[in-house]
C-alpha cells in the first residue's frame, strides 16, 4: 500500500503552535530555540530524510521541503537552522538514491540523534562549494586537519558534528577539495559573535579551526580545484536550493495569513465594509496569492523532478538557483504587501510582521546571491547560443 503523506504526523499542530509561541522571544533574547530542537529531534523530525531501514522516516525531498514550508511558517530561524542538518541528511538521500552510499554514517548519525552544522561559507570565498581558503593538511593516519575560518555556522551552540570543506594544497600542481566531518574538538572555537537584523534564532555564529582534525573515516570526498562539478557539489547545490526555497515559501505563506486575518477583521470607517471588501485589498490580496502560488508549485514539481531523479543535465544548476532567487524576491514582495494590508500595527516591534520583515532580508545572503543566480541563468541560455 502506498504510504499516506500527512504534515501533521511530522509536525503536530500542537507542537507547531509551541514553537511559534516562542520564536517571539528567541529573537527578541537573540538565543537558540533549544527547546525547539529539543522536540523536534523528539518527534524524529532531524531524521525524516533518512530511509526507514536506518530508522529514518523516508520521506521524499518533496515531503521534506512541505514540512520546513510549515515550520518557517511558525518560526523562520528555527527553520533555517534545522535546514541546515536536513541539508546534510538530504545529501545522503540523494547520494543513495543514485547509487552512492558514501553517506551511510550520516544516515545512521542522524538516526542516532546526531546534529550535523554546515560549515561551507569563508569570509571572501564566492566560489562557496567550489573554492576554500581553509587549509586542508593529510595527517600522518590518513584523516585530514583543517585551519581556517567559516562564517555564519547555523547551530552553532547545538551541532555535534560539522560538514566542511578545505583545500589541499600539499601536491601544488593538483590542489584538492575535500569535503569531511569533525567532532566539537578543542580545535574547533566558536565565537559568540552573532547579532542580527533578522534570523537571530539560527545563531550561525564564526566557526575557527585550529587544525582540527576530521578522522579518516569522515573524509567524505576528495575533488580536483577547477574540474566538473563532482556528485556531491551537485548533491548539495541541490539539497541547500531546495531547503532554503522552503523556507521563504514557509515566510510568504505566513505574510499572506497575517495579511489576510488583519484585513478581514478591520472595517472602513469610509464604507462601513470589512477591508476584506475593498477591492484594492482584494487585488493587493490576490497578488500576493499569484505569487505564493508560483512558489509553491514550482517548489513541488523541482523536488518531485529531484525525487525521481528526472535528467535536467546542465540546466539543473539555472532551475535550482533560478528557483531559490525567485523563493526569496517573492517573499520579500509579499512580506512588504503584507505590512501595507495589515497597517501600522506591523510596525511594532513586537507584531509578527516586524519579525518577518526582517527574518526575510536574510534570503538574498544565502547561495546562491541575486548576481550569482542572474548569471547563472544568463549563462544557461546565452553561452549554448
Ligand atoms: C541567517 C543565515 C544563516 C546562514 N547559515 C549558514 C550556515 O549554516 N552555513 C554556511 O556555510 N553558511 C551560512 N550562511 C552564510 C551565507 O550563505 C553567506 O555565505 C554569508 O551570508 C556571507 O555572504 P557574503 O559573502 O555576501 O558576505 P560578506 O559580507 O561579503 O562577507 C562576510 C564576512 O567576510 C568578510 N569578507 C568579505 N570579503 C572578504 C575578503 N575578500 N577577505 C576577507 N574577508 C572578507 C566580511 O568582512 C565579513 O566579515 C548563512 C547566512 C545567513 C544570513
Given at each position: 500500500?502506498?504510504r499516506?503523506?500527512?504534515?501533521a504526523?511530522?509536525?503536530?499542530?500542537?507542537m507547531?503552535?509551541?514553537i511559534?509561541d516562542?520564536?517571539?522571544?528567541?529573537?527578541?533574547?537573540?538565543?537558540?530555540?533549544?527547546?525547539?530542537?529539543?522536540?523536534?529531534a523528539?518527534?524524529?523530525?532531524?531524521?525524516?530524510?533518512?530511509?526507514?531501514d536506518?530508522?529514518?522516516a523516508?520521506?521524499s525531498?518533496?515531503?521534506?521541503?512541505c514540512?520546513?514550508?510549515?515550520?518557517?511558517a511558525?518560526?523562520?530561524?528555527?527553520?533555517l537552522?534545522v535546514?541546515?542538518?536536513?541539508?546534510?541528511?538530504?545529501?545522503?538521500?540523494?547520494l543513495?538514491?543514485?547509487?552512492?552510499?558514501a553517506?551511510?554514517?550520516?544516515q545512521?548519525?542522524?538516526?542516532?540523534?546526531?546534529v550535523y552544522?554546515?560549515?561551507?561559507?569563508e569570509?571572501?570565498?564566492d566560489l562557496?562549494?567550489f573554492g576554500?581558503d581553509?587549509d586542508?593538511r593529510p595527517?600522518?593516519d590518513?584523516g585530514?586537519?583543517?585551519?581556517?575560518?567559516?562564517?555564519?555556522t547555523?547551530?552553532?551552540?547545538v551541532?555535534?558534528s560539522?560538514?566542511?570543506?578545505?583545500?589541499d594544497?600539499?601536491?601544488?600542481?593538483?590542489?584538492t577539495?575535500?569535503?569531511?566531518?569533525?567532532?566539537?574538538?578543542?580545535?574547533?572555537?566558536?565565537?559568540d559573535?552573532?547579532d542580527?537584523?533578522?534570523?537571530r534564532?539560527?545563531?550561525?555564529r564564526t566557526?575557527?579551526?585550529h587544525?582540527?582534525?576530521?578522522?579518516?573515516?569522515?573524509?567524505?570526498?576528495?575533488?580536483?580545484l577547477?574540474?566538473?562539478?563532482?556528485?556531491?557539489?551537485?548533491?548539495?547545490f541541490?539539497?541547500?536550493?531546495?531547503?532554503?526555497?522552503?523556507?521563504?515559501?514557509?515566510?510568504s505563506?505566513?505574510?499572506?495569513?497575517?495579511?489576510?486575518?488583519?484585513?478581514?477583521?478591520r472595517?472602513s470607517?469610509?464604507?462601513?465594509?470589512?477591508?476584506s471588501?475593498?477591492?484594492?485589498?482584494?487585488?493587493?490580496?490576490?497578488?500576493?496569492?499569484?505569487?505564493?502560488?508560483?512558489?509553491?508549485l514550482?517548489?513541488?514539481?523541482?523536488?518531485?523532478?529531484?525525487?525521481?531523479?528526472?535528467?535536467?543535465?546542465?540546466?539543473?544548476?539555472?532551475?535550482l538557483?533560478?528557483?531559490?532567487?525567485?523563493?526569496?524576491t517573492?517573499?520579500?514582495?509579499?512580506v512588504?504587501?503584507?505590512?501595507?494590508a495589515?497597517?501600522g500595527?506591523?510596525?511594532?516591534?513586537?507584531?509578527?510582521?516586524?519579525?518577518?520583515?526582517?527574518?526575510?532580508r536574510?534570503?538574498?545572503?544565502?547561495?546562491?546571491?541575486?548576481?550569482?543566480?542572474?548569471q547563472?541563468?544568463?549563462?544557461?541560455?546565452?553561452?549554448?547560443?
Amino acid at each position: 500500500m502506498d504510504r499516506v503523506f500527512d504534515p501533521a504526523d511530522h509536525l503536530p499542530d500542537e507542537m507547531l503552535e509551541r514553537i511559534r509561541d516562542r520564536a517571539a522571544d528567541v529573537d527578541r533574547e537573540n538565543v537558540f530555540p533549544t527547546q525547539d530542537l529539543a522536540e523536534l529531534a523528539e518527534a524524529g523530525y532531524l531524521r525524516m530524510l533518512v530511509p526507514a531501514d536506518r530508522g529514518g522516516a523516508g520521506l521524499s525531498l518533496a515531503e521534506a521541503a512541505c514540512l520546513q514550508q510549515r515550520l518557517a511558517a511558525a518560526a523562520p530561524a528555527t527553520a533555517l537552522a534545522v535546514n541546515m542538518h536536513l541539508v546534510w541528511t538530504a545529501v545522503a538521500k540523494i547520494l543513495r538514491d543514485r547509487g552512492d552510499d558514501a553517506f551511510a554514517f550520516l544516515q545512521h548519525g542522524a538516526a542516532a540523534g546526531e546534529v550535523y552544522a554546515f560549515g561551507i561559507s569563508e569570509p571572501g570565498n564566492d566560489l562557496v562549494l567550489f573554492g576554500s581558503d581553509t587549509d586542508a593538511r593529510p595527517t600522518d593516519d590518513g584523516g585530514v586537519s583543517f585551519t581556517g575560518t567559516k562564517i555564519f555556522t547555523s547551530l552553532a551552540p547545538v551541532w555535534t558534528s560539522l560538514g566542511l570543506h578545505g583545500l589541499d594544497t600539499t601536491d601544488p600542481d593538483r590542489p584538492t577539495l575535500v569535503f569531511a566531518f569533525m567532532e566539537r574538538v578543542p580545535a574547533v572555537v566558536t565565537h559568540d559573535d552573532w547579532d542580527t537584523l533578522g534570523m537571530r534564532g539560527t545563531q550561525s555564529r564564526t566557526t575557527e579551526l585550529h587544525g582540527a582534525v576530521a578522522p579518516v573515516e569522515r573524509v567524505v570526498r576528495r575533488v580536483p580545484l577547477g574540474g566538473p562539478p563532482d556528485p556531491l557539489q551537485v548533491a548539495i547545490f541541490t539539497a541547500f536550493e531546495i531547503l532554503v526555497a522552503s523556507v521563504y515559501t514557509g515566510i510568504s505563506q505566513r505574510a499572506l495569513e497575517i495579511a489576510s486575518g488583519a484585513v478581514a477583521r478591520r472595517t472602513s470607517k469610509k464604507s462601513g465594509a470589512p477591508r476584506s471588501d475593498d477591492p484594492l485589498v482584494r487585488a493587493r490580496i490576490g497578488d500576493m496569492v499569484i505569487s505564493y502560488d508560483s512558489l509553491t508549485l514550482q517548489l513541488a514539481a523541482l523536488t518531485r523532478d529531484v525525487d525521481e531523479r528526472a535528467d535536467h543535465g546542465a540546466r539543473w544548476f539555472a532551475l535550482l538557483s533560478g528557483m531559490k532567487h525567485r523563493a526569496v524576491t517573492s517573499a520579500q514582495h509579499i512580506v512588504d504587501a503584507a505590512a501595507i494590508a495589515a497597517g501600522g500595527q506591523s510596525y511594532r516591534a513586537g507584531h509578527e510582521l516586524a519579525r518577518l520583515t526582517r527574518d526575510v532580508r536574510a534570503g538574498v545572503f544565502h547561495p546562491s546571491s541575486p548576481d550569482s543566480a542572474r548569471q547563472t541563468a544568463a549563462s544557461s541560455w546565452l553561452d549554448s547560443l
